[in-house]
């Protein structure tokens, strides 16, 4: 009962988040559903809605998309999600855990420091950028650090970058979820229907939230909450792992 209320809450604040900031779900619910329900089944449900989630937010900031920008760097992560797939089939799952918070965290850490340091934007970035969220989003349900951390070195425009996140989360959650049926290092949770069908409108719920909060919270703001409660579950889940591989 009170892991089904959790996980509904992880995804509710997690898509509130993607609302507000263009990106997050994942930082903020993969460590929590992870935790919740599993390295293999958390990373599923992040996918699903994850990918739910972008696909609503798309239709509002479809203007704003930079398409050229996406096709790179949706191309790449396409790429690197066939590699993070077969990952999953030989990692344990206590070392997955940890892995998933590590990762988490180092690229919350490398983007909050990366400051005001601004390079020139070159296509090996985003091939760079591209393959390593691709694995990340496979392995660990969060394709978002790497793509920050490149929109944050190169200058990328919060609007644009916001918008473009959209398509971007759409087709890399669809395709983790694809590599991951295909090879057979997944499998759908088993989830009562109820629970599925709760799950898809603490997303819908947290979007109308997030539009509503996102006229009054300032950017700098959420993101520095968003930063906070993704270190948070990240902790939660590295300590899981651990004790796990000491019992």
Known sequence: ???TVLVIAAVLIGSSMQRITGMGFALVAAPFLVLLLGPIDGVIVVNVCGALTAGVILTRVFRDVDWRRYGILAACAVIGIVPGSYVLQFVPVAWLEISIGVLVAAGLTVSVNLGRV???DRLSFRVIAGMTSG?????????????????????WPQRSFAATMQPYFLTIGLASLSSKFALGSAGVPELPVLVWI????ACIVGLIVG???????EPHVARRLLVIVAYLGSFATIVRGVLELLA
């Open 135 to 155: 694995v990340m989003n496979t392995t660990a349900g969060v394709g978002g650090p790497a793509v920050s951390i490149y929109a944050i070195a190169t200058g």
């Open 118 to 120: 601004v390079v020139r």
């Open 198 to 201: 709760l799950i898809g409108c």
């Open 211 to 217: 539009d509503l909060l996102s006229r009054v919270i």
């Open 1 to 3: 009962m009170w892991t």
